[in-house]
Structures are given as structure tokens and as C-alpha cells.
């Protein structure tokens, strides 16, 4: 089992910045891919961004790329996502999640574990 407690969203003003974080406890953090999603009102579970085990891969959806940045600390058992230049578009709830299949990242229904999500609100 992994628990996973997403923090550090929030209101912002559009162009904005936020920083969220996503701590894992339980199993061997590093032997998991770390993904973000997001799901905004009415809408479903979309991929944001995804990091490989040890960091050597990313891989983001055209929607942010340029903007977010995805990142973690294995030490510290924690993935970060920086969202820069936001938009009232991003206004979602934002989830990360663990899995072992790197070639399936993208897809939310190859994640095992989730955290409880955390809510990011852009205003214009």
C-alpha cells in the first residue's frame, strides 16, 4: 500500500504561481512513477504531468508544457509540480498518483494508488 497527501493549492490570480507537493508513505517511494492529474468541474480525470522512478523522464500534457514543471525528491519520499503563468483553465482539482507502468502514465486507470487531491483556483 501507498498513502499519498497532496498539499499547497490554493487561490491565485491568473499568471500566477503555485507549488503543490504530494508526499508518499508505505512502500519504496523510488520504485514508483509519480503522476499529477487534474479535474475540473464537469469534467474527467486528465493527465498533467508524470516522472519516471529516478527522475530520468517526463512527460507533460500540451496544455502545460512550458508552464508546469513536475519534479521530485526521493529522499523525501515527495513529487512536486510548479505551475507557472497559470490560467483560469487550470482551475481544477489536482491528484497524484503512483504507478509501475511508465508506458501507460498518462492514463489515470493505470495508477494504483491516489492521493485525496488538492484545489487549485485560478481567477481572471
Known amino acids: 500500500q501507498v498513502q499519498l497527501v497532496e498539499s499547497g493549492g490554493g487561490l491565485v490570480q491568473a499568471g500566477g504561481s503555485l507549488r503543490l507537493s504530494c508526499v508518499a508513505s508505505?512502500?519504496?517511494?523510488?520504485?514508483?512513477?509519480m503522476g499529477w492529474f487534474r479535474q475540473g468541474p464537469g469534467k474527467e480525470r486528465e493527465f498533467v504531468a508524470v516522472i519516471s522512478d529516478y527522475a530520468r523522464s517526463t512527460r507533460y500534457a500540451d496544455s502545460v508544457r512550458g508552464r508546469f514543471t513536475i519534479s521530485r525528491d526521493n529522499a523525501k519520499n515527495t513529487v512536486y509540480l510548479q505551475l507557472n503563468s497559470l490560467k483560469p483553465e487550470d482551475t481544477a482539482v489536482y491528484y497524484c498518483g503512483a504507478t509501475i507502468r511508465w508506458q501507460a502514465a498518462t492514463l489515470a486507470d493505470s495508477y494504483a494508488y491516489w492521493g485525496q487531491g488538492t484545489q487549485v483556483t485560478v481567477s481572471s
Open positions: 508505505g512502500r519504496t517511494f523510488s520504485g514508483y512513477v
